[in-house]
């Protein structure tokens, strides 16, 4: 039995390690290993092999953020071919694929959903056909540096 929210939704007890790759992204990822995974290159310690290109099948724009060349945040814009009904389609559907448990989605009428897990959210829009991820613990960081760097320049 799942825990539950003040809001009533199961709370999201994974972490960034249980988070399985998407289309070949992974968030926490080196940035040289994401490159690799978009050069179609895996490096292993003896040599560099060629690997299977991810499955980018339906996917218009990857947009991503690196915060101390680690993969701090990915959004997948999805082509129109894969439209879903509405926001619990698209829910259902990363719950198959990715193990994000649907009772844990905070939905927003029938277009959007957001989801705290431990160290990363997540968010969907069934209007846009996007998906993203945010590391939580490195976005807290790099905004800390932001302000401590305001806070030296003043």
Not at 30 to 45: I, K, Q, Y
Not at 73 to 91: G, P
Not at 126 to 138: E, K
Request: charged share 25%.
């Amino acid at each position: 039995m799942s825990a539950l929210s003040a809001a009533g939704q199961a709370i999201c007890d994974l972490t960034l390690v249980d988070l399985p790759e998407i289309h070949g992204v992974r968030l926490g990822a080196a940035r040289p290993d994401f490159e690799l995974v978009f050069a179609g290159l895996t490096s292993s310690p003896q040599n560099t092999v060629r690997n299977a290109k991810p499955d980018l099948t339906h996917v218009e724009e990857i947009w991503t953020g690196f915060y101390r060349e680690r993969l701090a945040s990915v959004e997948f814009d999805y082509d129109r071919t894969t439209e879903w009904k509405n926001v619990r389609q698209f829910a259902e559907h990363l719950e198959r694929k990715m193990k994000l448990p649907f009772d844990s989605w905070v939905f927003v009428g029938e277009t959007e959903a957001k989801m705290d897990c431990n160290g990363f959210k997540a968010a969907i829009s069934s209007v846009r056909n996007t998906f993203s991820l945010t590391d939580t613990i490195a976005k807290s960081a790099a905004e800390r540096v932001k302000h401590l760097k305001m806070d030296l320049n003043k």
